[in-house]
Every structure is written in C-alpha cells, then in structure tokens.
C-alpha cells in the first residue's frame, strides 16, 4: 500500500478543518480499474472515504485509553469502488432489487431532454398529475407527451406540483444558472461552531480500549434521512460503534430494498411528528442524542423546531449535520432532489455522454461521497468538541459535491492500464429478518478499527423508540 497522497483527499480534509500533518497516516492502494468515467469519480471516492477514515481514525485517537497515535488508514481502490455500488451488489435471497422506477428516466422533450425521478409512489403520482395523466399512465403514453413540450417548462411545471424532473444543462448552462453560481461561490462544506445561551464545555468522551476500536461508541445517533447520502453517512456512524436510531414518517413510504443496503448497524423506528404523542417522544430521544443528522429539503423540518439556533438552545453540545441536494440558498433551495437530477441539472450527465444522448456516472457518487464526507464532518466536530466544547453545525449539499468533482478534482488520468477489478472479494453476507443478504463490505478502515457491522439490517419502523433497545433484544417487534 502506497503512502502517496491525492489532491482530493488534501482538498476534503482541509474542508473540513483537519490538520493536514495527519495526512501522511493514510495509505492508497487496490485495482485502479473501479468506477470507469470521464470525470473523476474514482479520485472523489477515494477521497472522501480517505478523509472519513482519517476523522474516524483521529477520534479514536483522542478516546484511547492512555493516549496513542492516530492510526494507520488503509484505503483499497476496490473496497471503495464496491461500496460506492453498494445498492447494486445487494442481493436478497439472491434477489436483485430494482433501483429505478419505470417513470424515472431520461426522456426526450421538443428541445432536448429532461430526466423525472418517480421511485416514491406520491413523487410518481405528482408527476402524473403535473402532464395532466391518470394514475395508471404507461412509459410510452408520458414519453408522447413530453416530446411535444419543451425542457424547462416540463421542469417547473412538475415541480410547481410538488414533482421531480430537471432539464439537461451542459456546465456552461448551469454555470450561467443562478443556482449553478449559488453553489459555485460557495465552499465544498462547512462546519461550523454555534452557541447556546450559555457555553458548552468541552465533551470529554469516555476513554475506550479493546478490539475492535469504535470511535463512537456510546454516541448517540437520530437519523432523519432518506436516499442515499444521508443513510451512507449514518451506515458509517453505526459501524464505528454508534447507537443509530433511523426515524421515519408513517405517511412517507419508504423502500425496505434500500434500508437493506443502507440500514447495517442501525435500528428503525416509525413517529409521526405531527401527532402530539409522536412529537413528545421525539424530544426524549433528541434530549439525550449527541448527533442529529438531517436530510429532507430544508424548510421541510422547520416547522418542529429542528433549526440550528432553536436546537443550541433545546440541546447544547448537539452536533447537527444537514444534507440536501442543492443546498440552503438560491432560487432552488427549497426543491427537491436526488443523486441522478444532480448529474442532469450542472452538466455532469451532458460530460459523461454522448452526442446523441445524456449518460451517467458508474454510480451514484454524489450521493455516497456527500455521504461519506457527511460522516467524516460529524467525527470532526466530535473531535471539536472533544477539546473546545460547543455545539457545532455541518453542512452539505449534492449540488456542491458535483461542483468539486467537475471543478475541483484533477482529471482522471489514463496513463497505463487499469488493473482489474474484481468486486466479489469486498462483499460480505449474513442472515437477516428479509432473509439471507450480499451486500458491500465498509470502505472506511484504520488500523484496529472494524472490519464488518455488528448487526444486519431489520425491517423498517420494527424498533423501539428508545435508546440502546432492539425489537430483538426484547423478543418481537413493535
């Protein structure tokens, strides 16, 4: 394993506020032939995994017991490639899951093309609903209709209904774009400290010894996140020792596929916060949590009270992380996004394809980088925190993410050949409540730290909402 550094893990850990004298304990090796593209995904993978290992690592440092070295990171090309394809390599009981609907697509339009993401029943049923079809609408029935109307008008007439479709834009469109500059003329992330009423002494985290070392033991975690980042950051957390509570709404369906792939080490649970008796138990558990991670568009938490100010108030010493996908300022900031709409809108999907039509990158790298560098962000400021104290407040957008790996990183180079890459050595598989799972191993590794979860996913909302107890460990479910 080679000590040579990347210029996108320097660029990612200084973001983050690390001290760049640790960057020499990481190490870089593995098959350069995973996730294949124009761009440089495979450079943006490495790295965010790089740094969320180094965080990682650096916690662990601080929590053992008599004192020690930050670790050694290891960081293996295929571990990482595999595991930003995390969604694809699962199987249940040999079942692939389907990742896309057949409504969420690329479609052509009269002036070039447009994509629609309609995975969720109520996003599909909006879209529909914004062409002016009924719920029972075939692919070629919408492919008819979106072919006579133009890109944008498809665009915000279907988000005016509270759909998803995004009109294709080269970079220079979205350059142009008053979102695109938005996000252009603001940093990769950041992570800042905010302060209650009164001031939060520094967290002395208990001192912890053994094998494995989990740098967030006892933590912890309320996850209120869906597809995909913010469940890979919290995935991560969960490895690393933390006590991850996913919380999700009753009237918002959620994929059981995916919490497969995204829900190791993790407990679910299901509260309605518009209910009196679901709201006030979820201040209990946020009375007592260390992290609160959030990735609804913002404005759509608001209402509960969950703003950074409110919450330094409510809870010092909370690190609050908040994911979205064009972030928290200009005219889209209150949309709704995903990974593949991102690609679309800043002109990823016009570089990665052809002249005849829009391409993709070889995985969702918007989402599991944001997520990986979400990750990385919260095991900072837990370090922050470790020896100043306060509350702290993380941000990060897709949008963002997308600029960096178009602007920021280096180019992918093409010198040599890549060497092959073969995915089945970085794939793990257990027995769970769904039945028997394959699924990608964890990418984030350090000297003495964990190889594998400690649990498999369960079934969604199958938990109790309370801290530190499992359906299992009581006998049933919910």
Known sequence: MTH???????QAWAAL??????????GFGGPTGALPARLPVLELARSTVAVCSLAAAELAARRMRGGGPVPQVRVDDGAVGTAFLSERHLRIDGRAPTTFAPLSRFWRTADGWVRTHANYPHHRARLLTALGLPDDTGVDTVAAVLAER?????EETVYAAGGLAVALRTPE???????????AARPLLTLERTEGPEPVAPRRLSPRSGSPLLPAAGLRVLDLTRVLAGPVATRTLALLGAD????????LPESQDA???TGFGKRSVSLDLHDRAGRATFEELLAD???????YRPGALEAYGLTPEALAVRRPGLVLAQVSA?????????RRGFDSLVQVATGVATLEGSAGAPGALPAQALDHGTGYLLAAGVLRALSEQHDDGGSRLLRLALGQTAHWLCNGLPEQSADGAAETYDPEKHLGATDSAMGRLRYALPPVSFAGGPADWSRPPGLLGADFPVWGVTAAATGGTR
């Open 4 to 10: 040579v550094q990347s210029s996108g893990t320097e």
């Open 17 to 26: 506020g690390g001290d760049p004298t640790l960057l020499g304990r990481i």
């Open 150 to 154: 133009r890109s944008v008008e498809i």
């Open 173 to 183: 469109e979205w350059a142009a774009h008053e979102q695109g500059a938005a996000i």
């Open 244 to 251: 991850v509570l996913r919380i999700d709404a009753p009237q």
């Open 259 to 261: 919490h497969n792939d």
């Open 289 to 295: 949590a260390d992290v609160l991670v959030t990735g």
């Open 326 to 334: 064009w972030g928290r300022y200009g005219p889209w900031h209150e």
